[in-house]
């Protein structure tokens, strides 16, 4: 023990006496001051704080191999894991005693991600290293961009935040109308319904409702109406629902004017309501209803119309009794001649054989009266009249007996017109074709259609 003792006590003296020998050469050499500084870590004394890298590895290396990594001049360099980061790749132990530059690692960290407007993300690790955050939109929008984005080594995100677009269109619900059934005389139905309010997906902020067809409180006519209401939102999606409505018209079985009669309805003719009304032209007379109504059974009310021949009373005792028979129904032509061979007699009858069409259309009758009493006869067609009442009814109207004449009696029972001669029929038709009932009378033909076609 006495000998390391005695080592010991050597090894220090031989320190002490270099250290001091050192000194004194230093007194005679430039920048003695550093030379002296320089000279302490030959001894191998500690200088700086040891280093301690947590998440990296560090590699020293001393000016002179000493075997402490922390005397002064000591060059570290500092190696981090993947993700981490130091202030300086190599650090260098100063006189001060502190390493050159912080040398710590620290985790690699990206800027802090902006939030997308309506919408956010989330990451799996904050902003650092490796982390990788999801974007998300708020409902109603949709994602434009990049879905994801990772912090990369740089510092930098692998990609930009996304935008949240307002994509999906706004919804609208149309309402559901049943069929419709016109109402009592009308060939429309009015039809309620409350308009349609559009839901947004996004932020909620959408324009008027816009509808296409006839709007809500409106009289629709019988058919199929198509109808849709569209809706924009701020964004100008477009969203639209269609509806449709059908309007139904309750009718009857279709009716007909009656032979030699016409008929006249109001509406549309055979609808719930209608009502038919029935005329019979001159000398016809109307059996059954005079007017009838379509009910709701879809039945017409009232009996059949018919317009059956006037029947006329060739028995009755004056002129007046066989005249009052036509009044307001026919017109009269009385053709008297002295006798049948008479010449104008025969050319005015041949005449208007071929215009029996033309008289039965302007309701005219003739009458004739041949010869002179007691001999005479009277003839309205095939129903003959008695000598006494052929003489009544010349002296009622004033008719010569011994010469030809034809009357004109209107409707009304007046003497129109007097012809001592024989006319056409045409002219005779464009006489009548001015009187003024006759006039009325044209517009009804002509909308049934009633002519002669010759």
Same mark, same amino acid.
């Given at each position: 023990?006495?000998?390391?003792?005695?080592? !010991?006590?050597?090894?220090? *003296?031989?320190?002490?006496?270099?250290?001091?020998?050192?000194?004194?050469?230093?007194?005679?050499?430039? !920048?003695?001051?550093?030379?002296?500084?320089?000279?302490?870590r030959?001894?191998?004394?500690?200088?700086?704080?040891?280093?301690?890298?947590?998440?990296?590895?560090?590699?020293?290396?001393?000016?002179?191999? =000493? !075997?402490?990594?922390?005397?002064?001049?000591?060059?570290?360099?500092?190696?981090?894991?993947?993700?981490?980061?130091?202030?300086?790749? =190599?650090?260098?132990?100063? %006189?001060?005693?502190h390493?050159?530059?912080?040398?710590?690692?620290? =985790?690699?960290?990206?800027?802090?991600?902006?939030m &997308?407007?309506?919408?956010?993300?989330?990451?799996? #690790?904050?902003?650092?290293?490796?982390?990788? /955050?999801?974007?998300?939109?708020?409902?109603?929008?949709?994602?434009?961009?990049?879905?994801?984005?990772?912090?990369?080594?740089?510092? $930098?995100?692998?990609?930009?935040?996304?935008? /949240?677009?307002?994509?999906?269109?706004?919804?609208?619900?149309?309402?559901?109308?049943?069929?419709?059934w016109?109402?009592?005389?009308?060939?429309?139905?009015?039809?309620?319904?409350?308009?349609?309010?559009?839901?947004?997906?996004?932020?909620?902020?959408?324009? #008027?409702?816009?509808?296409?067809?006839?709007?809500?409180?409106? #009289?629709?006519?019988?058919?199929?109406?198509?109808?849709?209401?569209t809706?924009?939102?701020?964004?100008?999606?477009?969203?639209? /629902?269609?509806?449709?409505?059908?309007?139904?018209?309750?009718?009857?079985?279709?009716?007909?004017? &009656?032979?030699?009669?016409?008929?006249?309805?109001?509406?549309d @003719?055979?609808?719930? @309501?209608?009502?038919?009304?029935? *005329?019979?032209?001159?000398?016809?007379?109307?059996?059954?209803?005079?007017?009838?109504?379509?009910?709701?059974?879809?039945?017409?009310?009232?009996?059949?119309?018919?317009?059956?021949?006037?029947?006329?009373?060739?028995?009755?005792?004056? $002129?007046?009794?066989?005249? #009052?028979?036509?009044? =307001?129904?026919?017109? +009269?032509?009385?053709?008297? %001649?002295?006798?049948?061979?008479?010449?104008?007699?025969?050319?005015?009858?041949?005449?208007?054989?071929?215009?029996?069409?033309?008289?039965?259309?302007?309701?005219?009758?003739v009458?004739e009266?041949?010869?002179?009493?007691?001999?005479?006869?009277?003839?309205?067609r095939?129903?003959?009249?008695?000598?006494?009442?052929?003489?009544?009814?010349? +002296?009622?109207l004033?008719?010569?007996?011994?010469?030809?004449?034809?009357?004109?009696?209107?409707?009304?029972?007046?003497?129109?017109?007097?012809?001592?001669?024989?006319?056409?029929?045409?002219?005779?038709?464009?006489?009548?074709?001015?009187?003024?009932?006759?006039?009325?009378?044209?517009?009804?033909?002509?909308?049934?259609?009633?002519?002669?076609?010759?």
């Amino acid at each position: 023990s006495k000998r390391w003792e005695g080592f !010991h006590i050597f090894t220090l *003296i031989k320190e002490v006496f270099l250290g001091f020998y050192s000194l004194q050469v230093s007194a005679y050499k430039p !920048h003695s001051n550093v030379t002296a500084l320089s000279s302490l870590r030959f001894l191998g004394t500690p200088w700086c704080a040891p280093i301690k890298v947590k998440h990296g590895d560090v590699s020293c290396r001393t000016p002179g191999g =000493e !075997h402490y990594r922390n005397v002064m001049g000591t060059r570290c360099k500092i190696r981090c894991k993947q993700g981490y980061e130091s202030q300086s790749s =190599e650090v260098v132990c100063m %006189a001060s005693k502190h390493w050159s530059s912080n040398y710590a690692c620290r =985790e690699i960290r990206c800027p802090k991600l902006n939030m &997308p407007a309506n919408g956010g993300y989330k990451c799996s #690790d904050g902003s650092y290293f490796n982390s990788r /955050c999801e974007f998300f939109c708020s409902p109603g929008f949709s994602l434009k961009g990049q879905k994801t984005a990772t912090c990369q080594y740089s510092k $930098a995100w692998s990609a930009g935040v996304p935008t /949240c677009v307002d994509m999906d269109p706004p919804k609208i619900k149309c309402p559901n109308l049943k069929d419709k059934w016109a109402e009592p005389g009308k060939l429309t139905a009015r039809v309620t319904w409350d308009t349609s309010e559009g839901v947004d997906t996004a932020d909620g902020i959408l324009t #008027d409702v816009i509808l296409k067809g006839k709007p809500s409180k409106s #009289d629709f006519p019988e058919g199929l109406h198509k109808m849709s209401y569209t809706v924009l939102d701020r964004a100008g999606n477009k969203g639209s /629902c269609r509806f449709s409505l059908r309007v139904r018209v309750r009718r009857c079985s279709a009716l007909f004017p &009656p032979d030699n009669g016409y008929m006249k309805c109001d509406s549309d @003719g055979d609808n719930y @309501g209608a009502t038919c009304e029935f *005329i019979c032209t001159g000398g016809y007379e109307l059996r059954g209803s005079a007017a009838r109504v379509c009910q709701y059974g879809l039945t017409w009310s009232g009996l059949d119309t018919t317009c059956a021949a006037m029947n006329i009373n060739v028995g009755v005792r004056t $002129a007046a009794a066989l005249l #009052d028979q036509f009044y =307001e129904k026919r017109r +009269l032509l009385i053709i008297s %001649a002295p006798t049948a061979a008479n010449h104008n007699y025969r050319f005015q009858m041949t005449n208007l054989q071929h215009a029996q069409c033309g008289l039965d259309l302007r309701h005219v009758t003739v009458i004739e009266l041949v010869g002179t009493y007691p001999a005479q006869i009277g003839r309205i067609r095939h129903r003959l009249l008695t000598p006494l009442l052929s003489l009544k009814l010349r +002296l009622q109207l004033q008719i010569p007996q011994r010469s030809f004449q034809m009357v004109l009696v209107d409707k009304q029972g007046m003497d129109n017109q007097r012809y001592p001669f024989p006319i056409t029929a045409a002219e005779l038709f464009t006489t009548i074709d001015t009187f003024p009932l006759r006039k009325d009378e044209m517009v009804l033909q002509q909308e049934a259609g009633q002519t002669c076609q010759s």
